[in-house]
C-alpha cells in the first residue's frame, strides 16, 4: 500500500491543475462582485456614509478571521479536510444571489429593507470564508511540498487576479451600460455563476486520508495549546502584533475609490480599469513574490509589502488627479499580496501538522477586532478630517509596521505543543 507522501505525490499535478482552475473562476466572480469596487458602489445607491461603506471589505475579511480559531479543534481532529471545505464553502457563494435579489427589490422594499439585508448578506459571505478557512488552508499545507507553498499560493492568486482583472473590467462596462437594476443584478448573477463553476474544480482535488496524523485526545483543552503558543513562541505574538498594526496601515485603501468618485468624479468605466490595474499588478507580484519568499524569507516580502503601504498611502494623500490612482492602486495591490499570499504561506510554517489548525486560528481570530475597528476608525476621520486625514495616518502605521518587521519578526520555525 502507498504511503500518504507517495499519494500526495502522485496526485500533485491534478491538484495543482484543480486548485488553479478553482482560484481562476472563483476570482472570474470576485472581478464581478468586487468588495473593492463593485460592492461600494452598489452601496452608494442607498447610503453616503463613509463608515458604512468602509465596513464592506472589513466584513469579508473580518468574516473571514473570526471563526479560524473556534474551527481549530475540529479541524484538528479531521484526517481528511476536503469534505469540510466542500460543505462550508457553499455558504461564502450563495450569498452573491442575496446580492442580486437586493438590488432588484431596492426601489420596491426601499432602503430601509435593502440596506440591512445586502449587509445581512455580506456577513453570511464572509463567516461562510471564515468556515472554510482553516480547514480549505490545512488541506494545501497538506497537498502542497512544504518548500513550494508560498509559489502555489502566489500562483493560485496571479491566476484569480489574471481573470478578475477581465471581469472587472466587464463589470465597468455593464454598470455603465444597463439601466438599474439590471446593472448590479448582472453582475451578482455572474459571480455566483463562476463561483458555482469554481466549486465543481475544487471538489475534484484528491486527498488521500491521514492514517498517520496524531490525533488529540477526546478531552484535550484546545484553548490551554493555544494560551501556550502564545506563552512560548515570542516570534508568533511579534507576527500577530504586525498583523494587527497592518490593519491599521491599510485601513485607507477601503477609500481609494470612494474618494476618486467624490474628489475627481471617477465614472465606472475607471474604477473598472483601475481594478484591472490592481489585479494585473498583483498577478505579477503573487507570482514573482510567491518564488521569492520560498527562496529568501517570508519576512523579506513582508517589508518590501509595508513600504509599499507607506508610499500608496502618501501618494493618495498628495494626489493632484485621476491619473495618480493608478500608482496608489498598484502600490496597495503589492502591500495586499505581501499580507494575503506572503502572510498565509508564512503562518502555516509556524506549526508542524498536528498543531497547524491552532497556529492557524491564532493567526486569523486575534487580528479580527482590528480588521473591524480599522475601517471603523478610517471612515470616522474620513467624516471628520477628510479622506487625506485618513491616508496620512495609514502612512504612520506603515511606517511602524515595516520597523516592527525589520526589528522584531522573523522567519518562521516549527514550535511544538504536546496534544495530550
Known sequence: MPTLKQELQKNLKLNISVNLLDSAF??????????????????????????????????????????????????????????????????????????ALSAWFLHSMGVKIALPFAFLMLVWQGLGAGFTANPWQSMIAKIIPQDSQATFFGAQAAVANITISASAIGAGFLLDTLKSPWDFISCFVLTFLSMCISYFFLSRTREPEDLEKEIPAEHHDYWKTAREILDTDDNFKWFLLFRVVFQFATMG???????????????????????????VSQTIANIVMGWLADRFGYRSMLIVGALAVVLSSVAAWAAPSLDWFYPVIILSGLANVSFWTVGLAMTIQFGAEAMRPVYIGLANTLIAPATIIAPILGGWIADMAGFKTTFAISAVFGLLTTLLLIFLVKNPVHHQIPLS
Do not use: C, D
Request: aromatic residues 16%; proline residues 6%.
Open 253 to 279: 485603501f477601503s477609500f481609494y475609490i470612494i474618494y476618486g468618485v467624490f474628489a475627481f468624479n471617477m465614472n465606472p468605466v475607471t474604477a473598472g480599469f483601475l481594478t484591472a490595474a490592481l489585479t
Open 26 to 99: 472563483f476570482g472570474l466572480g470576485l472581478g464581478f462582485g468586487s468588495f473593492g469596487t463593485i460592492i461600494p458602489l452598489f452601496f452608494t445607491k442607498m447610503t453616503t456614509s463613509a463608515i458604512l461603506i468602509g465596513l464592506i471589505p472589513a466584513i469579508h475579511t473580518v468574516g473571514w478571521q473570526i471563526p479560524q480559531l473556534f474551527t481549530s479543534g475540529w479541524v484538528l481532529r479531521l484526517r481528511k479536510y476536503k469534505p469540510a471545505v466542500l460543505l462550508m464553502t457553499i455558504h461564502e457563494r450563495v450569498p452573491f444571489l442575496g446580492l
